[in-house]
């Protein structure tokens, strides 16, 4: 795995002590959502209850095959924008949401991360696919909540304004005031990236496997890290300085 320590000491310190305000995807960064409630299987599940409405046409196999439960929404969304079908499919999904966080693992280092950011001064705001509601109830379990509220910034009713597209991250710059270069992006996906990019925002990403890794890189990113740990021990020596 490729970390900052072994190739970016300078352009990761450089990112976290150019960050004013953090802005985090929230399934990766902040938590595995899915770790004991597949996202696969939640798929899946969005994909039978369709062709259960007898609805099976409306998906290309390789829709039908995905096991991302976001990629059936869109797919939907792009045939049925604004219909009632997709406002079902989408509620189905928030409730599968919220039965995962229940059984979400954090991130390691990411709840001391998020208290230290927060100390020092930095402003923080949640920027996801996921549904706010969520998020706000697992931020509220790890007593995480005060750290980012009211600035969790969520999937809405608009589709399309899902990440890759960067309406959730000019959301935040906008609630939070802060100009694009002074704001960083943590995510763990080419579409968090490709937010980031188009909003003009610095991006560092987190993959936790060689896949992600690979995976983030191939799209563009170039400062990438494991592992939390070293972003935190950076973001504490810079509340110290």
Request: proline share 6%.
């Amino acid at each position: 795995m490729t970390t900052e320590t072994e190739t970016e000491p300078n352009d990761l310190r450089n990112l976290i002590e150019g960050a004013r305000v953090v802005l985090w995807d929230f399934d990766g960064p902040v938590c595995r959502l899915f770790a004991g409630h597949s996202a696969e299987r939640v798929a899946r599940d969005l994909v039978e209850w369709l062709e259960g409405q007898g609805l099976h046409g409306l998906l290309a196999e390789s829709e039908r095959e995905s096991l991302d439960p976001h990629a059936v929404l869109r797919a939907v969304d792009r045939r049925h924008p604004g219909s009632d079908l997709v406002a079902e499919l989408e509620q189905r999904l928030t409730q599968e949401e919220l039965k995962a966080a229940a059984s979400a693992r954090p991130t390691p280092y990411a709840d001391p991360l998020v208290r230290t950011w927060t100390a020092v001064g930095a402003r923080l705001a949640i920027t996801t696919n996921n549904s706010p509601q969520v998020v706000k109830e697992y931020l509220a379990s790890r007593r995480l909540l005060e750290c980012f509220a009211p600035h969790v910034y969520g999937r809405t009713q608009e589709l399309r304004h899902l990440k890759p597209h960067p309406h959730c991250v000019h959301r935040a710059l906008n609630a939070t005031g802060a100009a694009p270069s002074t704001a960083l992006m943590i995510g763990d996906t080419p579409s968090d990236y490709q937010a980031a990019r188009a909003a003009g925002v610095p991006f560092l990403g987190y993959a936790r496997n060689e896949r992600k890794n690979k995976v983030l890189r191939d799209a563009g990113a170039e400062t990438i890290v494991d592992s939390l740990e070293p972003v935190l021990k950076l973001v504490r020596e810079s509340g110290q300085a």
